[in-house]
C-alpha cells in the first residue's frame, strides 16, 4: 500500500485566557496515492484546523503528520515553506487568485518565484490549463473568468509541481450546484487518471459522495467511515453513494 500521508494521534488544542478547546481529537488517518478522501463535518467539527495541520500551515499540540517519510514536527519554518510550495497543492474556497494576473501567471508566478526552470514550467502550464478547458483564456483575468473556470485555474496552478498531495477546504462553497459539481468530477478524475492524492473537507454530502472514502468528523474526532465501493459514476450528483453518506451523517450526527 503506497501511502502518501498518515496521521498519528493528531491533536489541536487552543487556549484563550483559562479556557481550554479541543479542537482536533486524536485523529489517526492514512491516505493512499490516488486516493479521494473528503472530511465531513458539521461547522466548526474541526475540519480546517485538522487540514491546517496536515499541510503543517498550523502546528500541531500531540501527535504527529507524514508526508511520504517526513514528519512535518521535524521540519523548521524555510522546510515547511518549500514543502508547502512543492509537495502540496491547495485549492481554497474562494480561489485566491492574483486579480491583476493573468490565469497563465497566476499558475506560473510561484514556481518561477522560486526559481524553478522557467521552459518546464511555462509548457506545463499551458498543457494544465488547457486540459482544464481553458487553452483559450491563458491571457484572462480572474475577473474575466467565471467561477468555476477561476477554480480551474487554481486547480491547474495547484498542479503545476506534481505535489505529492492536494488539499481542498470547501473548494466548491462558491460555486452554484452545477459549476461545483464539474469541478469535483474534474479532481475526481485528476486523481483516477494521474494517481494525486485529494483530502478534501466539506459539510455537504453531495460534495463528499465524489471521494473514494468519506470520513466523518464531530466535535474534533473522526467517528465513521464509508467507501464507495461502487465506484458510482452516474452524473446525479452520484446520487445512491451521496443518500448513503447523508443518512450515516444523520445518524452519527442526531
Ligand atoms: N485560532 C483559534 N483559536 C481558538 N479557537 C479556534 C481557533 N481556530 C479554530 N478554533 C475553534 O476550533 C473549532 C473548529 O474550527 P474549524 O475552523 O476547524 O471548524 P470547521 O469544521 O472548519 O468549520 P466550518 O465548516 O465552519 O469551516 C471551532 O469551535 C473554532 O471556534
Ligand atoms: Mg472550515
Known sequence: MNVVLKTQALTKT????NEMFHAVKGVNLQVKS????AIMGPSGSGKSTLLHMLCGLEKA????????????S?????????????????IFQFFNLIPILTAYENVTLPLLMANHEESRIRE?????????????????????????????????????????ILMADEPTGSLDTKTGMEVLQLLRN?????????????????????????LFMKDGEIVGEMVDTAQLQDDDFQLPFSTAIQQKWEVLMS
Open 34 to 37: 490516488g486516493e479521494f478522501v
Open 61 to 72: 499540540t500531540y501527535g504527529s503528520v507524514t508526508i511520504r517519510n517526513v514528519d512535518l
Open 190 to 214: 485528476v486523481c483516477t487518471d494521474q494517481q494525486h492524492s485529494l483530502v478534501l473537507v466539506t459539510h455537504d454530502p453531495r460534495v463528499a459522495s465524489f471521494a473514494n472514502r468519506v
Open 124 to 164: 506545463r502550464a499551458t498543457l494544465l490549463l488547457t486540459q482544464m478547458g481553458l487553452g483559450n483564456h491563458l491571457h484572462k483575468r480572474p475577473h474575466e473568468l467565471s467561477g468555476g473556470q477561476q477554480q480551474r485555474v487554481a486547480i491547474a496552478r495547484a498542479l503545476l509541481p506534481q505535489p505529492l
Open 14 to 17: 487552543f487556549h484563550s485566557g
Open 74 to 90: 521535524q521540519c523548521d519554518d524555510e522546510e515547511l515553506t518549500t514543502l508547502r510550495r512543492d509537495r502540496i497543492g491547495f
